[in-house]
């Protein structure tokens, strides 16, 4: 045809298998027939037929190359016409046939395309993408400066291992000898620096082999020679980087027969091994991708813990100042102090609260930050809101805990006095208050308590009108010695309201009188500040005050 013949005269009776057909050339570059026939998946009449009407209308383009035996097929690329009609701009001016050497180059890349994309399925292997060239390129910087690696392609497929799907890339190599062993060498030691920098991790869905595909046995013996001779010393400590991947670099001489080095067993690591499909090549690798997942998942798991914890950590460290902070929120301010001031500020409770509540631990602590650094910025509603909701959850759990009726109510307990009346002001108190051991029976220690300093004041009184003249002891009131009596030994817990009598039994040295309830130190009942109401009313005042909270159940 007339090369004159302008794009839309050539392209006026094209179809969708001719559009198929250029598409295919302009991502491969150059594709024999077989290869156009496995892609396009038509009869090969069909596909010579339509590639005949191609280069009539000068889209596309020949040769065969020489064969030692038989007969070569024809290789087939765009023109630049056919470029130009694919790409929408006019490539750079070109010799008219491509040099030998790129079209065999070019199209045994192609070919392995072909084979996974044709053979790949009947041995496990579906081919999920497939990069050529400078989209397989790859430039990185890492802690040993920067590199870069240039493999002729790079595929990723899938495969079953162990009964779960897997993904498994890799950097390929084709040579048809006419690379020296020295620029194989170097291609390794740039994907070992590759692996080594866990450039992959952002970049792959596993760390990519690389795998050369070259002419003869002899060659793959001296490449897998030159990659164990380089291969580093292992260290005898264990690798700091979770994400630490030992590269897997394996090489064939299935270069002629790309159909083979997807299917048959010609895979080699070294020159000992026996050879082994690339299925069994590679599921080991998806093996290993599967642990480093499972390690960094791990790191980054301890890492955010211990993040947490710091955070918890920080907010504990300055909660008197937090607290205020936060300003007239009662609510708020008191289950701050409750949570990292108060009884839950134990190491454990606070990290496991920490655990529970990270998004609040994270919102507050931001906030934290600024505000300590002067900004004066106030704490946001939400944060406020979610402390005053945190409030209502632990101190309706108290309440629940106390209005439940368990044994220590029903007995009540000397040891729930403080705390029920410290909860039904609206403060929160320890877990711990609330459940005493074994409970004790209040009305039974406080009649005994009782019955006992009265017999001791009975004797004392006693004892004290007996010693005195019989004018003065006619004078004196036995009540007003009872006063005195109990103002000097009438003794009481300032938590428990436990009353006991502080008389020293005669030619016994003092000591110190603790409460047989809690065991607190015992104070004279006169210098007593305001001991706390009796069980029953703090009750009534918590089961009001929940009301109020919540409303009626």
């Known amino acids: 045809m007339n090369g004159g013949r302008s794009v839309a005269t050539r392209i006026d009776r094209l179809c969708a298998i001719d559009h198929d057909i250029l598409g295919l050339l302009q991502v491969h570059r150059v594709l024999t027939t077989p290869q156009l026939i496995t892609l396009t998946r038509r009869p090969e009449r069909t596909v010579d037929y339509r590639l005949t009407r191609l280069r009539e209308r000068s889209l596309v383009d020949r040769t065969r190359p020489y064969a030692a035996s038989g007969s070569a097929p024809f290789y087939w690329w765009l023109t630049r016409a056919g470029a130009r009609l694919v790409e929408g701009t006019s490539p750079?001016?070109?010799?008219?046939?491509?040099?030998?050497?790129?079209?065999?180059?070019?199209?045994?890349?192609?070919?392995?395309?072909?084979?996974?994309?044709?053979?790949?399925?009947?041995?496990?292997?579906a081919l999920n993408e497939w990069r050529r060239d400078e989209g397989a390129w790859e430039d990185w910087s890492g802690y040993q400066g920067t590199g870069r690696i240039r493999p002729d392609a790079y595929a990723?497929?899938?495969?079953?291992?162990?009964?779960?799907?897997?993904?498994?890339?890799?950097?390929?190599?084709?040579?048809?000898?006419?690379?020296?062993?020295?620029?194989?060498?170097?291609?390794?030691?740039?994907?070992?620096?590759?692996?080594?920098?866990?450039?992959?991790?952002?970049?792959?869905?596993?760390?990519?082999?690389?795998?050369?595909?070259?002419?003869?046995?002899?060659?793959?013996?001296?490449?897998?020679?030159?990659?164990?001779?380089?291969?580093?010393?292992?260290?005898p400590y264990p690798s700091e980087n979770p994400a630490h991947y030992d590269e897997l670099v394996a090489a064939c001489a299935a270069v002629a027969s790309p159909e083979e080095a997807?299917?048959?067993?010609?895979?080699?690591?070294?020159?000992?091994?026996?050879?082994?499909?690339?299925?069994?090549?590679?599921?080991?690798?998806?093996?290993q991708y599967r642990r480093v997942v499972a390690q960094v998942e791990a790191a980054e798991r301890r890492h955010d813990e211990h993040r947490r914890r710091q955070l918890v950590h920080d907010l504990h460290r300055d909660a008197p100042a937090l607290a205020d902070a936060i300003g007239d929120n009662e609510e708020a301010a008191a289950v701050v102090r409750y949570l990292f001031a108060g009884p839950l500020a134990a190491l454990n409770c606070r990290e496991r609260w920490g655990l529970e509540h990270l998004d609040l631990v994270e919102q507050t602590a931001s906030w934290w930050v600024q505000a300590k650094a002067g900004t004066g910025t106030p704490a946001p509603a939400p944060v406020l809101s979610a402390w005053r909701a945190l409030y209502r959850e632990c101190w309706t759990a108290q309440a629940d805990m106390l209005l439940s009726g368990n044994e220590a109510v029903r007995c009540a307990d000397p040891r729930l006095c403080?705390?029920?009346?410290?909860?039904?002001?609206?403060a929160l108190v320890g877990d711990r208050d609330l459940q005493p051991g074994s409970p004790i029976d209040g009305r039974t220690v406080v009649d005994e308590a009782m019955a006992e300093h009265e017999r001791r004041r009975s004797a004392a009184v006693a004892r004290a009108l007996k010693g005195l003249p019989l004018h003065r002891r006619l004078r004196t009131e036995r009540a007003d010695l009872d006063a005195a009596y109990d103002a000097e030994h009438l003794l009481v817990c300032p938590s428990c309201a436990v009353p006991c009598n502080g008389e020293e039994p005669p030619g016994r040295s003092y000591h110190a009188l603790v409460c047989r309830c809690c065991g607190g130190a015992l104070i004279r009942l006169v210098e007593a500040p305001m001991l706390p109401p009796p069980l029953a009313e703090s009750l009534e005042r918590i089961a009001a005050r929940r009301t109020r909270l919540w409303g009626r159940r």
Request: hydrophobic share 45%; with cysteine.
């Open 418 to 426: 403080q705390p029920a009346a410290t909860l039904a002001s609206g």
């Open 262 to 287: 997807v299917v048959a067993p010609v895979w080699r690591q070294a020159v000992e091994d026996a050879p082994i499909t690339l299925s069994q090549l590679l599921a080991p690798d998806v093996r």
């Open 156 to 235: 990723e497929v899938h495969l079953d291992v162990d009964g779960q799907d897997g993904v498994a890339g890799a950097f390929v190599e084709v040579d048809f000898a006419t690379m020296d062993q020295a620029r194989l060498r170097a291609k390794v030691a740039r994907h070992r620096s590759y692996c080594k920098d866990t450039v992959w991790w952002d970049r792959h869905p596993c760390c990519p082999a690389l795998l050369l595909v070259t002419t003869s046995e002899a060659r793959v013996n001296r490449f897998l020679a030159g990659v164990e001779k380089d291969r580093p010393r292992p260290s």
């Open 92 to 125: 750079a001016p070109g010799k008219g046939t491509p040099n030998p050497l790129f079209l065999r180059h070019t199209a045994a890349i192609a070919g392995l395309y072909v084979a996974l994309f044709g053979v790949g399925p009947s041995v496990g292997l």
